[in-house]
């Protein structure tokens, strides 16, 4: 009884999910993503959590363009009153608030699939050019060797696929951060076990190559084949990148984006992106890397 | 609402992120803004982020020696701004705020931005002056 009951209810979500309004869905998504991971400082916050909340309890207020514009101008002002230290998906948020507003207030389904699918082009078009031309030390590996002995959001990773172990983790760490005006490192060397080479490798040219390809993919409808499977290589970027990069509210932005811009005659791309939703948030509070080295 | 803006209006997110993208590329050139900050989307591509770069003020004595003074909590965000975005005149700012300070005594303050970066093969890291400025003595401040 339970399991058909289970069925019934799986598949009343996913007609439910189907039926629902792109726009509606899309505008639904990034209140509670505004509710999960708020942002701003004391006199943004509670202002964007109080209309986030007006949205999501009453269906008519996420509708209104007035809405989408005080949340643009919050969501502005947060980059404004920290600028320029704010994370790059602050901007972003801002111009998906923006395209919020002009949707609603033109009625127009279009403009949110052309936004979704523009902005997520540029946002990987960019990330493609600064790693593969601009930034002068990706390529060669120097920033994933750097970033995952460095940042101790990296630490599990490092220690569980890097073959690292905690003592030369910490020896390296010492040696990279040493360099402060007379601090030297002579004497000390920066050891990679094999495993750790093969993961920075790995690392490079994955996440460029993967990058490089949604860029693609949202931006030109050619070549079909990859047109078509841009919802896949993006669910597939947020289900991995994520499980690692410390950034949950840009994955999230991701998602929504996806799925406003999505093909609604292909079933599985709903569900696909409310999934990679769910693993970013489950990414954010299990400590998955950690619970799998103890 | 005219046709135009109608037809314009759902350019203009897309468009924004252009702006913002060239601002990002011009002030990353010019005044040697972290490329992870400002709207141009190039996080995690560069080891030159905010936590690379290193921001010291020294007071200069009659004789030209410099002594290098702490910087104190509460210019943190200054300090921040700074490192990331090192144009002359947040240099300027800076080391005119730390003249005023008792720990300054008086003298003109000297401060320096550098960046770490680091060797291709040994990964030894070594430091590259991206930014310095000198304020006079302030004589309001106690020697």
Request: aromatic share 10%; hydrophobic share 50%; net charge positive.
């Amino acid at each position: 009884v339970l399991r058909d009951d289970w069925r019934a209810t799986a598949r009343g979500l996913a007609v439910d999910l189907s039926a629902l309004d792109a726009v509606d869905l899309a505008s639904r998504l990034t209140l509670l993503n505004l509710m999960v991971g708020p942002v701003g400082r004391w006199y943004v916050r509670p202002a964007v959590l109080l209309l986030c909340a007006a949205g999501l309890l009453l269906p008519t207020v996420a509708r209104l363009p007035s809405l989408w514009l005080w949340l643009t101008w919050l969501t502005a002002l947060r980059v404004l009153g920290s600028w320029p230290q704010v994370d790059n998906h602050a901007y972003l948020l801002s111009y998906w608030c923006l395209a919020l507003a002009i949707t609603h207030a033109l009625d127009n389904g279009r403009v949110l699939r052309l936004n979704g699918r523009l902005l997520i082009a540029l946002v990987f078009v960019l990330a493609t050019l600064q790693k593969a031309v601009f930034a002068p030390d990706f390529l060669d590996g120097r920033f994933f060797r750097f970033t995952f002995v460095t940042d101790p959001r990296f630490e599990a990773v490092t220690r569980l696929v890097g073959g690292m172990d905690a003592a030369t983790l910490e020896q390296n760490r010492q040696f990279l951060l040493r360099d402060r005006h007379g601090d030297r490192t002579e004497g000390r060397t920066f050891t990679e076990p094999p495993a750790f080479r093969a993961m920075v490798a790995v690392s490079t040219w994955s996440v460029l190559a993967l990058e490089a390809l949604i860029g693609m993919a949202f931006l030109v409808s050619w070549p079909r084949a990859l047109h078509r499977a841009r919802d896949a290589l993006l669910i597939a970027f947020c289900a991995t990148t994520y499980a690692v990069a410390p950034v949950p509210g840009f994955g999230w932005l991701l998602v929504v984006m996806g799925i406003a811009q999505a093909d609604e005659r292909q079933e599985w791309v709903r569900p696909g992106y409310l999934v990679a939703w769910a693993l970013i948030l489950a990414y954010e509070y299990v400590p998955w890397a950690s619970m799998l080295l103890d | 609402m005219t046709r135009w803006t109608r037809r314009a209006l759902p350019w203009v997110p897309t468009l924004l992120l252009l702006v913002i993208a060239v601002a990002h590329a011009v002030l990353v050139h010019r005044y040697d803004l972290s490329r992870w900050l400002g709207g141009g989307f190039g996080m995690f591509s560069t080891t030159d982020s905010s936590s690379s770069r290193h921001v010291h003020a020294f007071t200069m004595a009659d004789d030209g020696a410099r002594t290098e003074i702490e910087l104190p909590a509460e210019l943190d965000e200054l300090v921040r701004h700074t490192r990331v975005l090192p144009t002359p005149s947040a240099v300027d700012r800076l080391s005119a705020v730390i003249a005023r300070l008792p720990g300054a005594a008086g003298r003109p303050v000297h401060v320096e931005v550098w960046q770490t970066t680091y060797d291709t093969v040994t990964m030894a890291p070594s430091s590259r002056l991206l930014r310095a400025g000198t304020t006079k003595a302030v004589p309001s401040a106690t020697r």
